[in-house]
Structure formats: structure tokens, C-alpha cells
Nanobody, 113 residues
Framework: VQLQASGGGLVQAGGSLRLSCATS????????MAWYRQAPGQQRELVAR???????DYADLVKGRFTISRDRAKKSVYLQMNSLEPEDTAVYYC????????WGQGTLVTVSS
């Protein structure tokens, strides 16, 4: 199974990025999906979650700034990130929300102050 995150880059504080995650999950529609991030020297943390029905949950630190969405036809998950802060700097990963599979390479987001 492939989980290919893309869309990261260098952005100034206050800027926006849209991350994409293309998957090869056979039963994509049956899974809740999530975006996670891992900052240098820190543990991986859950950022946003979307249920198989489209319901969403967010970590308090990103609530109101990030939006998760999914496209069943494309087996893809997206993360729109607005009002980015230097503290958002991390490698971002997508995975199943309830039973994560092998982690892909992720995509690096760097927010400069």
C-alpha cells in the first residue's frame, strides 16, 4: 500500500499550503483517514482526522486554520493549511486514522518567521 504525501515547501508565517496524499488503498472509502506531523526531536502527532462519512476533527493547535478533506474517486486526502506559524514546521504524513499502515516519506513543511 502506498501513501504518497506531497505539497510541502517553504512558506512565510501567515502563508498557506495545500497538502495532498494519494493512496492505493483498495477500500479507501471504508477508512477514516488522518494527517499527522512530526517536528524535529518530537513524537509524531495527529493533526486532523476525517471519518469515512466526512466528519472531521482537529488538534487544538490547528483548529480554525487547517481543513482536511477527501476525494473517494481519487483515493486521496488533502490538508489545506492557512495562517501557518513557525510551530507548524514538521514532516507531514497521511495514514489511516485508526490503524496506521507503514509510514511513507511524508512531505516537509517549513514555516519561516
Amino acid at each position: 500500500v502506498q501513501l504518497q504525501a506531497s505539497g510541502g515547501g517553504l512558506v512565510q508565517a501567515g502563508g498557506s499550503l495545500r497538502l495532498s496524499c494519494a493512496t492505493s488503498l483498495n477500500a479507501f472509502s471504508a477508512y477514516a483517514m488522518a494527517w499527522y506531523r512530526q517536528a524535529p526531536g518530537q513524537q509524531r502527532e495527529l493533526v486532523a482526522r476525517i471519518s469515512r462519512f466526512g466528519g472531521t476533527d482537529y488538534a487544538d493547535l490547528v483548529k480554525g486554520r487547517f481543513t482536511i478533506s477527501r476525494d473517494r474517486a481519487k483515493k486521496s486526502v488533502y490538508l489545506q493549511m492557512n495562517s501557518l506559524e513557525p510551530e507548524d514546521t514538521a514532516v507531514y504524513y497521511c495514514n489511516r486514522a485508526d490503524a496506521p499502515l507503514n509510514w511513507g516519506q511524508g512531505t516537509l513543511v517549513t514555516v519561516s518567521s
